[in-house]
């Protein structure tokens, strides 16, 4: 999965160990898991060479994707068409309590 | 690596099937490897679960770093520190033929 982090996200991430992204559409730190409980202990969080981006590396409860797949990179451009590569592990309705 | 794209590297990418960038501090196209030899072969192409996020599954010639390291991602933190936890392959004088 790919999402924002800010100073604070960032800070509370490294503070508790439980990934906390922020969401630019609520403008909210997004406690990741909170709703669908599929959070992300971290294991180690790394900085690229220009230090813009970060890569997480987590243990990730269940699915990761609000689709319920483990990854959100299900779509894959096959030809001149796009392929779903990956089946859901849990329905989404279940993730999310409906 | 992160890198950007545009309609048109990614249909340059598509086409050639040799990984092709949108620099955005040239503005221009950025051809993986051009300078460096360090080329990317697509194996697959991927989007996410919303379509904004891209992933490249590749055939990485050599180090994908600028650095000469094989990721960009060499920086880790620890504690309150920022450790290098990756050697270069390749002396990047040497890469970029200095």
Do not use: I, K
């Given at each position: 999965m790919m999402a924002w982090m800010n100073?604070?996200?960032l800070e509370e991430t490294l503070a508790t160990e439980r990934v906390c992204y922020w969401s630019r559409s609520r403008q909210k730190?997004?406690?990741k898991g909170e709703?669908?409980?599929q959070v992300q202990?971290?294991?180690?969080l790394r900085l690229d060479c220009d230090g813009d981006t970060l890569l997480l590396l987590?243990?990730?409860?269940?699915p990761a994707c609000h689709t319920g797949r483990r990854s959100?990179?299900?779509?894959?451009?096959?030809?001149?068409?796009v392929v779903v590569v990956t089946e859901p592990l849990i329905d989404?309705?279940?993730l999310y309590g409906k």
């Open positions: 100073r604070e996200s730190l997004w406690r709703s669908s409980g202990q971290l294991r180690e987590v243990d990730q409860t269940g959100c990179f299900y779509n894959a451009v096959q030809g001149d068409r989404p309705d279940q």
